[in-house]
């Protein structure tokens, strides 16, 4: 029993039960509303309800499949440079704008993947620059700096 419970996608399920049950448990205290007049914790509650739906669905999954696979050795090494990445991205967007977030923040976060192909992180960044600059900056019209003030 124990052995299917140590299985990845029973793990993973079993997280994205924990991640609905704090939603739900954090959107408590807040007024949900109807689905014509949302409150504030309406889409939360949604979320929770569907986080807990999906994890014991992938919970049950996991636990029921006939193979015996054990959990696959960790590396720590792709978790620490795409949290990294998103930091970097945190630090840099008001200060360096947008286009030298998003290039620190793919640069950074490539480096989770051996070897490292600088030709591909180089064209990744410059597309998802190109796109981010037109849909939030151009598009959307939020106050986004796209180069250093």
């Known amino acids: ?82 949290l990294l990445g998103v930091g970097a991205f945190a630090l840099l967007l008001e200060s360096a704008g947008l286009i030298a977030a998003i290039f620190a923040c793919v640069g950074v976060a490539r480096l989770a993947e051996r070897p490292y192909r600088s030709v591909e992180s180089a064209l990744l960044a410059s597309g998802l620059a190109l796109a981010g600059a037109a849909i939030f900056v151009y598009g959307l019209g939020l106050p986004i700096p796209l180069v250093p003030r």
């Open 1 to 82: 029993m124990l052995r299917r419970l140590l299985r990845a996608e029973t793990l993973a399920g079993l997280l994205f039960v924990a991640f609905g049950a704090a939603a739900l448990w954090l959107a408590a205290g807040y007024p949900y509303g109807t689905a014509t007049r949302m409150g504030p914790g309406y889409v939360p509650v949604a979320l929770g309800w569907s986080l807990v739906a999906l994890g014991s669905a992938i919970a049950l999954a996991g636990a029921r499949a006939k193979t015996d696979d054990a959990l696959p050795k960790s590396d720590a090494r792709p978790l620490l440079f795409l």
